[in-house]
Nanobody, 116 residues
Framework: QVQFVESGGRLVQPGGSLRLSCVASGIIFSIYGMGWYLQAPGKQRELVAHMFRYGSTNYADSVKGRFTISRDNAKNTVYLQMNSLKPEDTAVYYC??????????WGQGTQVTVSS
């Protein structure tokens, strides 16, 4: 059973930082590219950070220079370091692979709220 468990979200002030974690199970983690997705209230889920299996990365323009994706294949874990947070970063954050075969499986997500 494919499973993703996200954690690390909380209320943070503008300009603050957070580190999100996502543990994957039921897949051979190291062969997949991994992504972080966010879903803001009333909006569709969107990809904001992606890491290919060999380490190269891509970011949405909205987070470029502020967010950093990384992974630890030994722990089946992908991370998202979020710096200089803005109120518009408020959303539920999810991780998943970049393969269509896992898109039926989503975790509960982790809520990030940026507010003073």
């Amino acid at each position: 059973q494919v499973q993703f468990v996200e954690s690390g979200g909380r209320l943070v002030q503008p300009g603050g930082s957070l580190r999100l974690s996502c543990v994957a199970s039921g897949i051979i983690f190291s062969i997949y590219g991994m992504g972080w997705y966010l879903q803001a209230p009333g909006k569709q889920r969107e990809l904001v950070a992606h890491m290919f299996r060999y380490g190269s990365t891509n970011y949405a323009d909205s987070v470029k220079g502020r967010f950093t994706i990384s992974r630890d294949n030994a722990k089946n874990t992908v991370y998202l370091q979020m710096n200089s947070l803005k109120p518009e970063d408020t959303a539920v954050y999810y991780c998943n692979t970049d393969a269509e075969t896992t898109k039926d499986y989503w975790g509960q997500g982790t809520q990030v709220t940026v507010s003073s």
